[in-house]
């Protein structure tokens, strides 16, 4: 009922409705106080305005009930908008296991979407109905931000790290997608839509589309960058922790502290090692920032989450065949590591202790 006025964008996801019933409560309440405001305003300045009469106003002693009810009645307002609001926010930020994962990668000016069985589009989102959606996003540059109105999703979408919106379609149809934060000249064109199909369409337009799974391709990666000569070794030559089962888990570091393995903590085990050594291990991975892109990255991560029997979802996919399959040449050297300090444990600024250190 609500959702159909003309004030709101259409409504198309389950929590939609949440949203807009919060939303009428606010306006019903800050309208309300805002109309009693009003009206107070224009009686009294007619009721106490100036008369020969009513030169100095009276004294008015203190209405104690006046004043519980303007302390109470505020807080019974702002406590019932706390707790609704929160009750709403844990129900947005906390997508249902089942979730059919995309990767969202925000860019100056474009929104590149990665599911999880291969295809990938640009600018369009295609979704099934009915099927809770979970996109984890990021940004190749600067902030941008995920807007699409008519799921009452927005969040924005961070350069170096992963946030995620969820929302399950409840109707057929495209809607718009919109960039929300001002990331530049052509900002007002990074606007795209969503599709929702029917899920035997939207199987029909799986279909359609390529080719090799990110799994496959995170595979590949793993190798390329020689991750299993310290990832996958059995034995003496394990130098790194074994990623099988990994991702959901919780990690202990060598500072004591337990972080969950979820695609923030591998992103950065990928891209800054140093920042969390898992205990046990010695700090000798280099780090992989500004050699694993974006796209790289949710490869590495897809495949990293399906050694965890993570479904790769749709059907196939989910090679999880376990180490690097043997066809590929066998990598003991790490050749895709040109940049960065090998693996030897050199400190880092052995070499550079430089001559100006005499005045
Ligand atoms: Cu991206 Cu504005």
Redesign the pocket.
């Known amino acids: 009922m609500f959702r159909d006025f003309p004030l709101f964008p259409e409504a198309a996801s389950s929590i939609a409705g949440d949203v807009d019933r919060l939303y009428w409560f606010l306006i019903a309440i800050t309208g309300s106080a805002t109309l009693l405001v009003m009206i107070l305003v224009a009686t009294f300045a007619v009721k106490y305005r100036r008369t020969p009469q009513n030169e100095v106003p009276v004294h008015e002693p203190e209405n104690k009930y006046l004043e519980y009810a303007w302390i109470i009645i505020p807080f019974i307002a702002f406590m019932a908008i706390y707790v609704w609001g929160a009750a709403v926010f844990f129900k947005i930020n906390r997508p249902p296991d089942d979730a059919l994962d995309v990767w969202v990668t925000?860019k100056?000016?474009m929104w590149k979407f990665q599911h999880v069985t291969g295809q990938s589009e640009i600018n369009e989102l295609h979704v099934p109905l009915g099927r809770p959606i979970r996109l984890t996003m990021a940004?190749e540059d600067?902030?941008?931000?995920f807007y699409a109105p008519a799921m009452r999703v927005k969040k924005d979408?961070l350069p170096h790290r992963y946030t995620t919106v969820w929302f399950t379609p409840t109707k057929v149809g495209r809607f718009h997608l919109f960039?929300?934060?001002?990331?530049?000249t052509e900002?007002?064109k990074?606007i795209g839509s969503v599709v929702v199909l029917q899920p035997a369409e939207y199987q029909a337009w799986l279909a359609g589309g390529p080719t090799s799974s990110p799994v496959e391709e995170g595979e590949k990666l793993f190798t390329t960058f020689a991750c299993n000569t310290c990832h996958m070794g059995e034995g003496l030559q394990q130098r790194g922790p074994v990623l099988d089962d990994l991702f959901g888990k919780p990690v202990r570091l060598r500072n004591g502290q337990t972080v969950l393995a979820d695609e923030n903590y591998l992103r950065e085990s990928i891209l800054n090692p140093q920042a969390k050594i898992v205990a046990g291990y010695d700090p000798i991975m280099p780090a992989f920032l500004g050699q694993v892109d974006e796209q790289q990255l949710i490869y590495l991560l897809t495949y990293i989450k399906s050694l965890s029997g993570e479904p790769a979802d749709a059907g196939d996919g989910a090679s999880a065949s376990g180490p690097a399959s043997g066809d590929v040449v066998p990598q003991t050297a790490p050749t895709g590591t040109q940049q960065t300090p090998s693996n030897a444990p050199a400190g880092p600024q052995a070499g550079t202790a430089s001559p100006n250190q005499s005045r």
């Open positions: 925000g100056r000016w940004s600067v902030i941008h931000s979408v960039c929300t934060e001002y990331c530049g900002h007002s990074m």
